[in-house]
């Protein structure tokens, strides 16, 4: 059992509320501030730093995770303002900690984390929701309508209270990898699928089984429900939401069979944490197609992923912070040359 006070928000949305101290103390004390950060960075900002990028450095802000003020003029941290940080998913319980404990050596106060009915808000972004051009896609909310494309075809897409909306620059980045493939035929296996956009991005560029494995409760639902709206749903399926417990390939698979493709746009995190199953599940041939990292990030990934040959990859300014970018990228796990040793991909 964890915090209490943490248990009893999960199954909502979280909100925290951060007190920064007046004047930017936490700003200008040396030492204090995660390693790298920028004096100017935001609450959020700080808060991606800490939960999703490790040891330190400044972080874009993911998508799910918004800051605002609470007192008027409270723009940056060293206004020294109190903020509210929301999730749309609720951190676990161990990221709350290190959070509070990172941030506190920071200067700031952490108020106890406070539940928000799922309806509190979280649907305020479709009035504001608009096509996104993602590779050969438009990345279009279905009560939007369609709009005459030569050059892209729809990929309609209701996330709901799900991640996967098209329009961060991660999402975008593996869009992209999946299109320069060949995936007809393949079997793709979306882990992290959200909204189940890339599985049913796979689905639509010719793919001939996806599955799809998501922690989020909404995940199923959403995600079948997003390849029927495009009309795939007959090859997306729901394969739950431990990765740890899908089958390994078949070892006596017969020549030709269709290709592995396994595809993973999540934070560093998450995806070192899960980066032998992804492995496992690719197979001795298969590929790997990665997101939601920075270009700083990228030589952890591979060193989580372990020998590979790096085919293809992307990287996309953050809108947030143009001085850093998100990286995606494809790795085949197939020997090179027949000398059984693969090159490791840096």
């Known amino acids: 059992m964890g915090d209490p006070a943490i248990d009893a928000v999960q199954p909502s949305a979280v909100q925290l509320t951060v ?54 003029g409270g723009e940056r941290v060293s206004s020294g303002h109190r903020w509210v940080l929301s999730w749309l998913t609720p951190p676990t319980d161990d990221q709350l900690i290190v959070l509070g404990e990172a941030l506190g050596r920071l200067g700031a106060t952490v108020a106890e984390p406070v539940a928000v009915a799922h309806d509190t808000g979280l649907d305020a972004w479709r009035e504001h929701a608009r096509p996104v051009e993602a590779g050969p896609f438009v990345v279009r909310p279905p ?14 897409i209701d996330p709901g209270r799900t991640f996967g909306s098209g329009s961060h620059q991660s999402t975008r980045a593996v869009l992209e990898l999946l299109a320069a493939m060949p995936l007809g035929g393949a079997h793709v296996v979306d882990v992290g699928s959200g ?3 890339l599985g049913v991005a796979a689905a639509l560029l010719g793919a001939s089984r996806v599955e799809l494995v998501e922690l989020d409760p909404f995940g199923e639902d959403v995600g079948l429900a997003n390849a029927a709206l495009n009309g795939v749903g007959e090859r997306v399926a729901w394969a739950g939401t431990d990765v740890g417990c899908l089958p390994d390939p078949p070892v006596d698979a017969p020549p030709g069979r269709p ?7 999540m934070l560093i995190g998450e995806l070192e944490a899960v980066a032998s199953d992804l492995r496992r599940l690719a197979g001795p041939d298969g590929r790997l197609v990665l997101g939601g990292v920075l270009d700083s990030q990228v030589d952890r990934l591979i060193e989580a992923v372990g020998p590979a ?28 040359g027949g000398s059984g040793d693969p090159e490791v991909a840096r």
Not at 28 to 48: F, K, T, Y
Not at 319 to 335: F, Q, Y
């Open 19 to 72: 007190s920064w101290p007046a004047g930017g103390a936490a700003g200008r004390q040396p030492g204090v501030r995660p390693r790298g950060s920028d004096p100017s960075a935001s609450p959020a900002e700080l808060v991606a730093a800490v939960v999703w990028g490790g040891a330190g450095g400044r972080v874009p802000v993911p998508d799910g995770v918004e800051e605002r003020a609470v007192d008027p």
């Open 143 to 156: 009560w939007l309508p369609g709009g005459p494309n030569p050059d892209r075809r729809d990929l309609w």
């Open 195 to 197: 909204s189940g956009i």
């Open 259 to 265: 290709q592995r493709v396994i595809v993973a746009n």
């Open 309 to 336: 040959r790096r085919i293809d990859e992307r990287s996309e300014p953050s809108e947030s912070d143009p001085s850093v970018a998100w990286a995606a990228l494809t790795l085949t796990l197939e020997e090179l």
